[in-house]
């Protein structure tokens, strides 16, 4: 072969390499703070619907769907689309002001737990436990467990186009 030809063969193998590598990190999900969402759905013409991933550092499942399901590139680019992505420690130490009330870290047991999570999973604290709000931080609803990747985007599409306003999830999934 000449050293064209093999020249060009590298070239086009960087050049495939780089666009894919860019399409890769085009589709990841930008995690934001409690309060930088709470700022972007103040700020925005258009609000989008927020997101709560609810995790603990020793949670095994919370790893798996970071790594499976929100990494997943058609999931993500639903997310950043349609919601605000917030990560929140359900065991975090830090105080954080919602709708005119401070939550705090409780200690209870080994670890404890913030109280936030604990209200926005309606006292059930299980990890992962995804949240769903409306643009003015209204309760949706929580998911609970470690979801795959298209379970969960059928989840987030029931609740990012509205259509848990027109049908029940029963009638939506299909579920008997």
Not at 9 to 15: A, E, G, M, T, Y
Not at 47 to 59: A, G, L, N, R, S
Request: overall charge neutral; some cysteine.
């Amino acid at each position: 072969m000449s050293t064209n030809v093999v020249l060009l063969i590298k070239n086009l193998f960087l050049v495939s390499f780089l666009f894919i590598s860019l399409g890769v990190t085009a589709q990841e999900v930008k995690w934001l703070t409690w309060n930088e969402a709470a700022e972007l759905a103040a700020t925005d013409k258009n609000p989008k619907k927020v997101f709560i991933d609810v995790y603990t550092d020793w949670c095994g499942w919370c790893k798996k769907m970071d790594k499976d399901t929100f990494q997943n590139p058609e999931v993500a680019a639903y997310m950043t689309e349609n919601f605000y992505m917030v990560k929140l420690d359900g065991e975090g130490k830090d105080p954080i002001d919602f709708k005119g009330k401070t939550y705090k870290f409780v200690p209870s047991g080994r670890n404890g737990y913030h109280e936030l999570a604990a209200a926005l999973m309606q006292g059930r604290l299980s990890y992962p436990t995804t949240i769903f709000l409306d643009q003015e931080f209204n309760m949706l609803s929580p998911v609970p467990g470690y979801q795959k990747p298209e379970p969960f985007l059928n989840i987030a599409k029931y609740f990012g186009d509205d259509i848990y306003k027109e049908k029940d999830w029963k009638t939506y999934s299909g579920a008997k």
